[in-house]
T-cell receptor, first 111, second 112 residues
Framework: KNQVEQSPQSLIILEGKNCTLQ??????????LRWYKQDTGRGPVSLTIMTFSENTKSNGRYTATLDADTKQSSLHITASQLSDSASYIC??????????FGAGTILRVKS | DAGITQSPRHKVTETGTPVTLRCHQT?????MYWYRQDPGHGLRLIHY???????DKGEVSDGYSVSRSKTEDFLLTLESATSSQTSVYFC???????????FGQGTRLTVV
């Protein structure tokens, strides 16, 4: 069964600190991996998209890495801000262009 | 912003009544999806469409049906709503492969 597992479930950090979120997947065949940010009460918004040939991709203070051999990805957030408080969702594109979602990591940034 | 609109945004309905949610896009994307989001479960796929009149079931399709009679509209119908279908429903559109996927703002459905 195609699965996407994220850790930790939730995380609290102080403003200005860095953090790393993890994503492990068993989706095969694999097309691409995406990270989304979802603010409370809103739809997910894309942060990065990586194909199997890409190892890293950045979007401002967000940097995603991908190891297609071990089927692991991480999202690193640098110098966190209060506005980074949200749910971060790892999404893998499977055969047939189906998008398989992880349950998300809830990040809370405290001042 | 991508042209994707869900309606209604909020709905309260009684158990046993039929309910239809609408997803409308202006991007001419081939793929459209319906997901539900519940606490602790993340987004789970209900049904998806890969073209007009071409649809398939997702992992939580029981109690739901869909229709796509034209590219821009994807309808989700709860034939006889139950309390377990109280959830937030998201529609997504996708051009395929490594293109961007966009989500609507969600529909909060409460079945009482």
């Amino acid at each position: 069964k195609n699965q996407v597992e994220q850790s930790p479930q939730s995380l609290i950090i102080l403003e200005g600190k860095n953090c790393t979120l993890q994503c492990n997947y068993t989706v095969s065949p694999f097309s691409n991996l995406r990270w989304y940010k979802q603010d409370t009460g809103r739809g997910p918004v894309s942060l990065t998209i990586m194909t199997f040939s890409e190892n890293t991709k950045s979007n401002g203070r967000y940097t995603a890495t991908l190891d297609a051999d071990t089927k692991q990805s991480s999202l690193h957030i640098t110098a966190s801000q209060l506005s980074d408080s949200a749910s971060y969702i790892c999404v893998v594109s499977a055969k047939g262009n189906k998008l398989v979602f992880g349950a998300g990591t809830i990040l809370r940034v405290k001042s | 912003d991508a042209g994707i609109t869900q309606s209604p945004r909020h709905k309260v309905t009684e158990t046993g009544t039929p309910v239809t949610l609408r997803c409308h896009q202006t991007e001419n994307h081939r793929y459209m999806y319906w997901y539900r989001q519940d606490p602790g479960h993340g987004l789970r796929l209900i049904h998806y469409s890969y073209g007009v009149k071409d649809t398939d079931k997702g992992e939580v399709s029981d109690g739901y049906s869909v229709s796509r009679s034209k590219t821009e509209d994807f309808l989700l119908t709860l034939e006889s709503a139950t309390s377990s279908q109280t959830s937030v429903y998201f529609c997504a559109i996708y051009g395929g492969r490594n293109t961007e996927a966009f989500f609507g703002q969600g529909t909060r459905l409460t079945v009482v």
